[in-house]
C-alpha cells in the first residue's frame, strides 16, 4: 500500500496541486483514516489554499476516466 506523507505535494488526476497537511481519524470512528489537504491554488468559487478531506482509502483509490484508470492523487516528486 501507498504511503501519505505529510507535507509532501500531490496532484489531483484533474491537474490541480495540493499539500498534505495532515492524517488524522475520524473521532466518531476513529478506525477511519482522513487526510487533510491544502489546495495549492485559488478558486474562483473556495477561495485561496482551501483545505479539504477525505477519506485515505478515497485519497488512495484509482478513478477510471474515458477507458483509463489513474490514481486520484499522485505524489510530486522535486
Known sequence: MREIKVGAKYKH????LYEV???ARDSGNPQK???AYKAL????EFGKNQVWVRS????LAEV??????????EEVLD
Open 13 to 16: 488526476y484533474k491537474g490541480n
Open 21 to 23: 497537511v495532515a492524517v
Open 33 to 35: 483514516e482522513l487526510v
Open 41 to 44: 491554488y485559488a478558486s474562483p
Open 56 to 59: 485515505k482509502e478515497e485519497f
Open 64 to 73: 477510471a476516466k474515458n477507458g483509463k484508470t489513474f490514481l486520484r492523487f
